[in-house]
């Protein structure tokens, strides 16, 4: 099965969408981890997005679609994908559609994380990432468990782009942008629509329910 994780900036997406892959054994594929794989390659590609990130804008749909559809017709991971940010507006929800169909694939379960906020500020500024086993943290809600984390604490960074203009700039650019492909996708005749309401904190016990039904909704978790 293929997945869609939606959500602004700080929302949860790469958390839940690790607990997702983990328990169906899927591939998760971030569109921020390849832009930033990208960046340390140092290539002009990686350049260019280097010198948007750092201002809070989006990498191009042209480049970020490319690095999409690489991931997406690989035969290793054929309809095993879970799709962590991306799409972000509608001109990469229709490329992906597009991208899909050239392999007979298709989407079969869309969830967006519904966060205020004053909650993602939070989210943001506090959270580091381990660069040796690439677990995320926060420092507001995971105290203890960063003091006592395996890989040590000096393992510990913070992205460049997570500061407070950053943030309300890509707050801003994802309620513009994003918010509209749900609307896309829910008038879509496969789609059922918006129509239930699943907290985050239980992600992992509905979703096996849910992919059971083999539905293709809209879930909003709130």
């Known amino acids: 099965m293929n997945v869609v994780i939606f959500g ?13 892959a983990a328990k169906f054994n899927l591939h998760q594929v971030s569109s921020g ?4 794989d990208e960046v340390k390659k140092k290539s002009e590609i990686g350049k260019e997005i280097e010198n948007k990130i750092s201002k809070g804008d989006f990498a191009t749909d042209n480049i970020v679609n490319k690095l999409i559809k690489n991931v997406a017709l690989d035969p290793n991971y054929r309809n095993r994908i879970i799709y962590d940010g991306y799409p972000r507006n509608i001109n990469q929800a229709k490329n992906l559609e597009l991208v899909l169909n050239l392999d007979n694939q298709s989407i079969n379960f869309i969830f967006f994380l519904k966060v205020s906020r004053s909650d993602l500020e ?5 959270r580091v990432t381990c660069k040796k086993c690439n677990k995320i ?15 040590g604490s000096e393992y510990l960074i913070k992205r460049l782009d997570d500061n407070k203009d950053v943030i309300i700039n890509r707050y801003e650019e994802y309620m513009k942008q994003t918010k509209p492909v749900l609307n896309f996708y829910s008038s879509r005749n496969e789609c059922d629509g ?5 907290a985050v904190v239980l992600i992992d016990e509905d979703l096996y329910y849910i992919v059971q039904l083999r539905l293709y909704r809209i879930y909003w978790m709130t």
């Open 8 to 20: 602004p900036p700080g929302a949860g997406k790469g958390t839940q969408a690790q607990n997702i």
């Open 33 to 36: 981890d390849l832009l930033r």
């Open 122 to 126: 939070k989210r943001i500024l506090g």
């Open 137 to 151: 943290f926060n420092e507001f809600y995971d105290g203890d468990i960063i003091q006592n984390h395996e890989c």
């Open 194 to 198: 918006i129509s239930d309401s699943v």
